[in-house]
């Protein structure tokens, strides 16, 4: 099929050229020449395991191409919408700018039969209003939601076997032949048994915001229950294990520590605030503001961590920072508890300095008055205190009796709760973590 993205950044780069992997022509329309022209050349503008690889195929075929000029998706049957709905400047709600673009650019080149379809996270009510601009460019045409569910480091392999595909589209002949037509680009993931769940617009466009809800409440619940085990003397990382054998909880998304970030979770809950506030219903959702809370407190408590190590104060003191990106196998740094946690202690007078294995040169552009090391033996040496807050492996798997001989104070506060606290200590390291004895 002919397919075009609009969009090429984290999503709509993936998409693309997973699409073509799937055996589609794909064209990718961006407004960003930069990444256009890295995108050509088979290069990510940013790290996705796998991903280059995917691009470098794509683009050897010719069925993947790249371009500035959204003239050259005319020919494509469908059309899917992959721009970023960032939050406002100085609100929670969510900024439609990229989204009203790609809709703007895309209707002139509508054709009876074809099919827009959206993936971006936008406030429920936004696909209605683009339907009805779809239907009055082209009434042949049809709009489907499709809400993405990417986790980044995995995005490849969620966009090529996803767990569910979710339509939202009307209930009407026409749309239920779009929805044949969008069945047709899922054709491999549909036939090895993905589910695919048909709603309603409003019902679609909650999917995701409702889903990383749902996560950020989990993961904000254990750490309120690790400010519990401080006051308490009780081990957090016990009392997950514990609670995570009853099936109706689980185990995943209960490992405390210094919080999420990232591009997705902190913006969604927000906007989604803001939209039930629009609509009348904000009392529905007002626990999500403890939710954030208890997220942003976990900065707080870390750079708290660092000081009672220090003796009460950081000032002049020499912290190395591990990790950057807001998560592993990223190089994304959007709200990251990892650069937050830095700056605070750079702005209280500490001397830090940050080590990532993939987000340095992003970091560098967002806080320039930070110091940077390539290497985890450049960063420490001579630190009087470690924080580990991103979890890389090469982080997890580190040799506490090695890297003991290039610090000058063994002290290490595991932000994330992924040591072994029993290992460190026998290396003769002060170890700290949050919510735990």
């Known amino acids: 099929m002919r397919i075009s993205v609009f969009g090429c950044g984290y999503l709509g780069a993936v998409h693309a050229a997973c699409m073509t992997r799937l055996g589609h022509d794909v064209i990718g329309v961006d407004v960003i020449p930069e990444h256009i022209a890295a995108l050509s050349r088979g290069e990510a503008p940013f790290y996705e395991p796998g991903l280059p690889d995917l691009l470098a195929e794509g683009i050897a075929t010719g069925r993947l191409v790249f371009t500035t000029d959204q003239s050259r998706a005319a020919d494509a049957q469908i059309h899917f919408i992959c721009v970023g709905t960032p939050q406002k400047a100085g609100e929670y709600a969510a900024d439609l700018t990229y989204v009203e673009s790609a809709v703007t650019a895309i209707l002139p080149l509508l054709k009876p039969g074809d099919v827009v379809v959206g993936k971006s996270t936008v406030p ?13 460019a082209q009434p042949g045409a049809e709009l489907i939601w499709n809400p993405e569910f990417l986790r980044e480091g995995f ?4 966009t090529l076997k996803p767990d569910r595909l979710v339509y939202g589209m009307a209930q009407t002949d026409s749309a ?14 549909l036939a090895d048994g993905t589910p695919k769940v048909e709603a309603d617009l409003a019902t679609a466009q909650l999917v995701k915001v409702a889903a990383n809800s749902f996560l950020s409440t989990k993961i904000s619940f254990i750490n309120a229950m690790a400010e519990l085990c401080e006051a308490t003397g009780a081990d957090v990382s016990l009392l997950a294990d514990a609670i995570g054998h009853d099936a109706r909880i689980g185990r995943r998304f209960l490992n405390a520590g210094v919080g999420f970030g990232g591009g997705c979770l902190p913006k969604d809950i927000r906007a989604f605030m803001a939209r039930a506030g629009e609509l009348g219903v904000d009392q529905a959702l007002s626990f999500l503001r403890e939710v954030d809370s208890i997220n942003m407190r976990r900065r ?49 007078g500490a001397r830090v300095t940050v080590t990532d294995p993939k987000a340095i040169d992003n970091a560098r552009k967002k806080w320039p008055e930070l110091s940077f090391a390539q290497t985890v033996a450049d960063a420490v040496a001579g630190a009087e205190v470690i924080l580990l807050l991103t979890e890389w492996p090469e982080y997890v798997g580190l040799d506490p009796v090695e890297l003991r001989e290039r610090v000058a104070v063994p002290r290490i506060i595991d932000g994330r709760n992924c040591l072994d606290p029993v290992a460190w200590r026998a290396a003769g390291w002060t170890y700290r973590a949050l919510g735990r004895p």
Request: with cysteine.
């Open 300 to 348: 707080v408590r870390m750079v708290d961590l660092a000081r009672e190590e220090c003796g009460g104060s950081i000032v002049g003191r020499r912290i190395a920072v591990l990790g950057a990106a807001f998560k592993p196998d990223s190089d994304d740094i959007r709200d990251s508890p990892a650069l937050s946690v830095a700056a605070q202690m750079q702005l209280q």
């Open 124 to 136: 429920v009510g936004t696909a209605e209003r683009i339907a009805e601009r779809v239907r009055m």
């Open 155 to 158: 995005a490849v392999e969620d």
């Open 176 to 189: 239920r032949a779009a929805a044949a037509l969008l069945d047709e680009v899922y054709a491999v993931a």
